[in-house]
């Protein structure tokens, strides 16, 4: 009797993956489509949640960092050693990749020129 409900179910099984299709009548097809159709609202369903749970945290995460990102503001607004950018650094030789706000903070006296030399 055992082995009958396992071979049962084994049967169901497969038949929810699309297997062993081939005796089933019309309406043993539309209750299997039925089963499906439930199953697959319930994962969707859950998905969402998940989904809207997990930006609810990014959320959170972006307030946190905008205040964070405004207390540095301050804090550097307050601090005696601010460097000032330099002409250099305000020009055209700005990478593309680089976030202004990064770019604007960063000081070097290094300097490079490019062209051909100059002759003696």
């Given at each position: 009797m055992l082995g009958k409900e396992i071979a049962e179910k084994t049967k169901e099984l497969r038949q929810l993956r699309g297997e062993e299709l081939q005796g089933l009548d019309l309406e043993e097809l539309k209750h299997l489509e039925k089963l499906l159709e439930g199953g697959l609202n319930r994962v969707t369903q859950t998905k969402d949640e998940l989904f809207?749970?997990?930006?609810?945290?990014?959320?959170?995460?972006?307030?946190?960092?905008?205040?964070?990102?405004?207390?540095?503001?301050?804090?550097?607004?307050?601090?005696?050693?601010?460097?000032q950018p330099t002409v250099a650094q305000q020009g055209l030789g700005q990478p593309s990749e680089c976030n202004g706000h990064a770019w604007r903070s960063y000081s070097s006296d290094i300097s490079l020129r490019l062209g051909l030399p100059y002759p003696n």
């Open positions: 809207f749970k997990e930006i609810s945290i990014l959320k959170r995460k972006e307030v946190e960092l905008m205040e964070e990102n405004q207390q540095l503001k301050e804090k550097m607004g307050n601090s005696p050693h601010v460097v």
